[in-house]
């Protein structure tokens, strides 16, 4: 049986859509890769859970099982009580971690880039990072009384050393090269600042918000147990003491979620704005 030749040197067209379809397989397979080892641990932490609610490790029912903690949930949403506490320290994280992140980005900029203030600024900052921001809530409380005024400060104050640092180790790790070659180009101080020394600095800013906004909500458990009276942390301190362990674990996983939330926006808007960088 005779066969047609296919003429030398033609090749197979592929159709329009096939480019696309790969594209779209390739995004597939390396979603599903980089969910599956999260949701791996979180799978083992559930059979964790479990196996030391029922083998009763640490009492008789003073772990509770998922399903229960699931339940609760449940209960405090329909009654409202998880919905006003979440709005409650929503606010008072936010506004807590803009005060401290604004500031710390802005003295970790005035300290990296001008060493004088450097060696005048630095030996308070390190005094004042070893003392704890649940240290000061009576000093606070006793200045401020216990209004909403008073968390956002103790926030703030965590917030605002860590930033302050992660900022300040960042501009002052720019090579001084960068900057010598705009100023004799003759690139004027605020291009200087905004096109040189910012983009250099930019992956130690977003470095610093994921920290800071991960402080925030370890202070916000400190201001909250400072006269508040709805919140993640004060429904804590109520329910340990009537040993609610159920609904206990209902705001220790609020709290969980809402700094994995907030690291996760920060790191995704990291990516988008500063996309030079590799780390």
């Known amino acids: 049986m005779a066969h047609t030749a296919r003429p030398a ?8 859509g096939q480019p696309v379809r790969r ?14 080892a999260p949701l791996a641990s979180a799978a083992l932490v559930l059979v964790l859970w479990w196996a030391a609610a029922r083998g009763a ?30 709005r409650a320290s929503l606010a008072r994280a936010g506004q807590g971690f803009a005060y401290g992140a604004s500031a710390g980005i802005a003295v970790g900029f005035l300290t990296g880039h001008r060493p004088g203030v450097a ?15 649940i240290a000061l809530v009576p000093l606070i409380t006793a200045w401020f009384g ?3 005024q008073a968390k956002h400060l103790v926030i703030a104050y965590a917030v605002f050393l860590a930033v302050w640092l992660y900022v300040h180790d960042g501009v002052a790790r720019v090579p001084a090269d960068y900057l010598r070659a705009a100023r004799t180009l003759g690139v004027p101080a605020w291009r200087r600042l905004t096109e040189v020394l910012l983009p250099a600095a930019a992956p ?3 470095a610093a918000l994921r920290y800071g906004a991960g402080l925030a909500f370890l202070a916000l458990v400190a201001a909250e147990l400072g006269g508040a009276q709805s919140g993640i942390a004060y429904r804590l301190q109520v329910d340990g003491q009537f040993l609610r362990t159920d609904r206990m674990f209902v705001g220790l996983i ?3 979620l809402l700094g994995l939330a907030a690291d ?7 990516r988008r704005l500063v996309h030079w960088s590799t780390s």
Not at 9 to 16: D, F, K, N, Q, T
Not at 67 to 80: F, I, K, P, S
Not at 123 to 130: A, H, I, K, N
């Open 264 to 270: 996760a926006l920060i790191s995704f808007a990291g």
């Open 204 to 206: 130690s800013v977003v």
């Open 254 to 256: 609020e709290l969980g």
């Open 57 to 86: 490790v640490l009492g008789a029912g003073l772990v509770p099982t998922p399903w229960q903690t699931l339940r609760e949930a449940h209960a405090m949403w329909a009654d409202g009580t998880l919905t006003a506490d979440l």
């Open 23 to 36: 594209r779209r397989a390739v995004v597939r397979s390396r979603a599903l890769g980089s969910a599956a």
């Open 9 to 16: 040197g033609r090749r197979e067209v592929a159709s329009p």
């Open 146 to 148: 216990i209004g909403e």
């Open 119 to 133: 060696a005048l600024v630095g030996p308070v900052m390190s005094f004042l990072r070893p003392i704890p921001a």
